[in-house]
């Protein structure tokens, strides 16, 4: 049973920073890409970050030098580093694995207000 378990999310001031963790198992994690998806109230979801198996990122330009995109293969997880969150950040954020087949993760709540 493949399960991505995303952790991390929370309220943070306009400015802060958070620290998205998704746990991956059931699935040969090396080999997969992954990426961070979110969904704001009344919008589609959209990419936000993208890392392939061998390490290559690309970003969403809303968030290109404020967001970074990590991996661990020895611990099976993908992270999100926020920095400089504004507002408009706010959303639930998925995780996302794809190799043979398409996983998502159940989201987790990111909501940046003062």
């Known amino acids: 049973q493949v399960q991505l378990v995303e952790s991390g999310g929370g309220l943070v001031q306009p400015g802060g920073s958070l620290r998205l963790s998704c746990a991956a198992s059931?699935?040969?994690?090396?080999?997969?890409?992954m990426a961070w998806y979110r969904q704001a109230p009344g919008k589609q979801r959209e990419l936000v970050a993208h890392?392939?198996?061998?390490?290559?990122?690309n970003y969403a330009d809303s968030v290109k030098g404020r967001f970074t995109i990590s991996r661990d293969n020895a611990k099976n997880t993908v992270y999100l580093q926020m920095n400089s969150l504004k507002p408009e950040d706010t959303a639930v954020y998925y995780c996302?694995?794809?190799?043979?087949?398409?996983?998502w993760g159940q989201g987790t709540q990111v909501t940046v207000s003062s």
């Open positions: 996302y694995a794809n190799r043979y087949r398409a996983y």
């Open positions: 059931g699935i040969i994690f090396s080999i997969n890409n």
């Open positions: 890392i392939t198996s061998g390490g290559s990122t």
